[in-house]
């Protein structure tokens, strides 16, 4: 039972770089989410997908896009790294995303370090 | 708008003490809430749930919460800590009207000392 898996685990990027997360769900699963978690803000949102073909921008959406490939891949990319941008990347995903009684699935995140 | 408070960074309670770690909520319509807890360099685990019914939730690892409609409070207790409780904690809440996503509070670390 893999759930929800992401690659790389750990990244260190310089300033300017560009960088893929990977993100992938074999829990047929519609809905999925791209969260960063920073020290005393708790997890917010960039991107989410609600069904394969669609992506909407979330609370926190600059200097990032989002592909949504298939129904099990979400990618996150950052074209130009920041070191705002260094943070833990969780990603997760749920059966529905107009159903709320069902919770989220997350990954074990990608620590990015950008110097 | 929706948004979830918890207001206290951090919980030290004494293994074999009963714990509680608070959460607010503000939501316009009625709430779904969840508690997810996160062990170190890992992901979030989801621990329990209210969407409706019984105010009174039972989640994994003896975890429970109560739903207080009044206080628009869900907080999350157990009634005898473990060590291996020690976490970071995390309240969300998402309003049952369509097309919202969860929002999720700031964490609190729960310590348990032995």
């Known amino acids: 039972n893999a759930g929800v898996t992401q690659t790389p685990k750990f990244q260190v990027l310089k300033t300017g770089q560009s960088m893929t997360l990977q993100c992938a769900q074999d829990?047929?699963?519609?809905?999925m989410y791209w969260y960063r978690q920073d020290p005393g803000m708790g997890l917010r949102l960039i991107y989410y997908?609600?069904?394969?073909?669609?992506?909407d921008k979330g609370e926190v959406p600059n200097g990032y896009n989002v592909s949504r490939l298939n129904k099990r891949e979400f990618s996150l990319r950052l074209e130009s790294a920041a070191p705002s941008q260094t943070s833990v990347y969780f990603c997760?995903?749920?059966?529905?995303?107009?159903?709320?009684?069902?919770?989220?699935?997350f990954g074990s995140g990608t620590r990015l370090t950008v110097v | 708008a929706q948004s979830v408070a918890q207001p206290e960074d951090q919980v030290n309670v004494a293994e074999g003490n009963p714990l509680t770690v608070k959460c607010t909520y503000s939501?316009?319509?009625?709430?779904?809430l969840f508690w997810y807890v996160q062990y170190p360099n890992r992901g979030l685990q989801f621990l329990l749930k209210?969407?409706?019914?019984?105010?009174l939730v039972k989640g994994s690892y003896g975890f429970e919460a109560e739903f207080n409609k009044s206080q628009t409070s869900f907080h999350l207790k157990k009634p005898s800590a473990l060590v291996s409780d020690s976490a970071l904690y995390f309240c969300?809440?998402?309003?049952?009207?369509?097309?919202?996503?969860?929002?999720f509070g700031p964490g609190t670390r729960l310590s348990v000392l032995p």
């Open positions: 997760a995903s749920s059966e529905a995303f107009d159903r709320g009684d069902y919770g989220y699935t």
């Open positions: 829990m047929n699963h519609n809905s």
């Open positions: 997908s609600a069904s394969e073909g669609t992506t």
């Open positions: 939501v316009s319509g009625n709430p779904y």
């Open positions: 209210y969407i409706t019914g019984d105010n």
């Open positions: 969300a809440v998402r309003d049952d009207n369509y097309g919202q996503n969860f929002v």
